[in-house]
């Protein structure tokens, strides 16, 4: 096709990256229109894109824009393998107008209800904060009184809620989702929670014949903020169809990572390194600090070499590093979410002493009065704890 032809020659490796620029310049949205054509990636691999391309790219379009191409491509490279999918064209696979019931509208929830709102879904919303709620209504959402009342007018029923007991209690309570839905509705969590739970909650709904899946987010809230997250769904592949484009509308990448439990099982590993990081991180710039380096060279060095990571790249600047500790990623849940990676580690009797020493240090950092901060704020415990000025760019 010409469109093929011409995207190929764009990102042809020999192409001199001064020409590259100012073509993709005058013909970005063209571009993109053909990446994104489902049409011409359906039925062929996904073509190596040069890194050199991509990065001219980020300079001439909107980053969630290159985010959802690059999500394109990878994810044509895992499609027959079943890692991974992400499409903007998601609407060809939907079967139909689906309600949508969405519980939990905290830090996370609250902008990935708002976002499928905002993208034309019909939407259902329950939370116990009634002025969330209220909220999203003048979006556009309806409010429900109760969650029996969410069920009986949902096809698809997601929770995003603070962990174990809060998503037990909504899920199998005796007015809870299992008791109330439709036959033929969906229930997906999205919430962090152990390993016996979402085992559970599988065998609960489907001994009784609904149909269970699990999508723990991945990303930064800023990313929910702008409709950019991930998903690391699990779920019986005969209804992936169903629930892709739904996801599509929240977040520009889909990891299928297996049966129902395998997302949440995904995601503790995920969050037991991004826990992790946030101490390396802080033990990095307080001894630069305590060194008398220039805090803007080291973290310029630090984000351009392999010591980088993206807590440490995207959350820091935005966060400690800037005095702003307002919770993105609660320091309090993160601590819940390293000790179920630390549970999970002692119950397949695996030693994961890092995972096990962070643990230990969150709780510390709690104790020392920190809860209802950012995560970042392991940063600002260990500065205090060493005497040494706090690190801020």
């Given at each position: 096709m010409i469109s093929s032809i011409y995207f190929a020659?764009?990102?042809?490796?020999?192409?001199?990256?001064?020409?590259?620029?100012?073509?993709?310049?005058?013909?970005?949205?063209?571009?993109?229109?053909?990446?994104?054509?489902?049409?011409?990636?359906?039925?062929?691999?996904?073509?190596?894109?040069?890194?050199?391309?991509?990065?001219?790219?980020?300079?001439?379009?909107?980053?969630?824009?290159?985010?959802?191409?690059?999500?394109?491509?990878?994810?044509?490279?895992?499609?027959?393998?079943?890692?991974?999918?992400?499409?903007?064209?998601?609407?060809?696979?939907?079967?139909?107008?689906?309600?949508?019931?969405?519980?939990?509208?905290?830090?996370?929830?609250?902008?990935?209800?708002?976002?499928?709102?905002?993208?034309?879904?019909?939407?259902?919303?329950?939370?116990?904060?009634?002025?969330?709620?209220?909220?999203?209504?003048?979006?556009?959402?309806?409010?429900?009184?109760?969650?029996?009342?969410?069920?009986?007018?949902?096809d698809l029923i997601f929770t995003m809620l603070p962990g174990p007991p809060q998503v037990k209690a909504v899920a199998l309570g005796e007015n809870g989702i299992i008791a109330n839905m439709k036959a033929d509705a969906i229930y997906i969590d999205m919430s962090t929670v152990d390993v016996d739970t979402v085992d559970m909650l599988r065998e609960e709904f489907t001994n009784k014949g609904i149909a269970f899946g699990d999508a723990p987010v991945g990303r930064l809230a800023m990313h929910a903020d702008r409709g950019e997250s991930l998903f690391m769904l699990g779920i019986d592949e005969k209804h992936y169809s169903r629930v892709e484009p739904i996801l599509l509308k929240m977040g520009t990448t889909i990891y299928h990572c297996g049966k129902a439990g395998d997302g949440t099982r995904t995601k503790l590993i995920n969050n037991m390194m991004v826990l992790c990081y946030c101490q390396i991180n802080s033990e990095a710039l307080v001894l630069a600090k305590a060194l008398g380096l220039d805090l803007k060279n080291t973290f310029d060095v630090l984000t351009n070499t392999t010591a980088s990571n993206g807590q440490l790249k995207q959350k820091w600047p935005q966060k400690v590093l800037k005095g702003d500790l307002?919770?993105?990623?609660?320091?309090?849940?993160?601590?819940?979410?390293?000790?179920?990676?630390?549970?999970?580690?002692?119950?397949?009797?695996?030693?994961?002493?890092?995972?096990?020493?962070?643990?230990?240090?969150?709780?510390?950092?709690?104790?020392a009065e920190n809860s209802g901060k950012d995560t970042s704020c392991i940063t600002d415990f260990w500065a205090e704890t060493n005497g040494v000025d706090k690190p801020r760019l």
């Open positions: 020659v764009l990102c042809n490796s020999n192409s001199d990256e001064g020409k590259v620029y100012q073509r993709l310049k005058t013909a970005s949205v063209h571009i993109l229109s053909v990446c994104y054509s489902i049409s011409d990636y359906e039925h062929r691999p996904a073509r190596s894109v040069p890194a050199a391309v991509l990065g001219i790219w980020r300079k001439t379009i909107a980053s969630s824009q290159i985010m959802r191409f690059q999500n394109v491509i990878l994810a044509r490279k895992n499609v027959a393998s079943g890692a991974g999918y992400s499409s903007i064209n998601s609407s060809q696979h939907s079967g139909g107008a689906m309600n949508i019931g969405f519980i939990g509208l905290g830090r996370m929830g609250f902008p990935l209800a708002k976002s499928l709102i905002k993208n034309g879904e019909t939407v259902t919303v329950y939370d116990l904060n009634i002025d969330a709620a209220k909220k999203l209504e003048k979006d556009g959402a309806t409010v429900a009184g109760n969650i029996p009342e969410l069920c009986k007018s949902s307002t919770p993105g990623f609660d320091i309090a849940l993160g601590y819940k979410d390293i000790s179920l990676a630390s549970n999970a580690g002692a119950a397949s009797r695996i030693a994961l002493p890092l995972c096990d020493i962070t643990k230990n240090i969150f709780r510390m950092a709690l104790a």
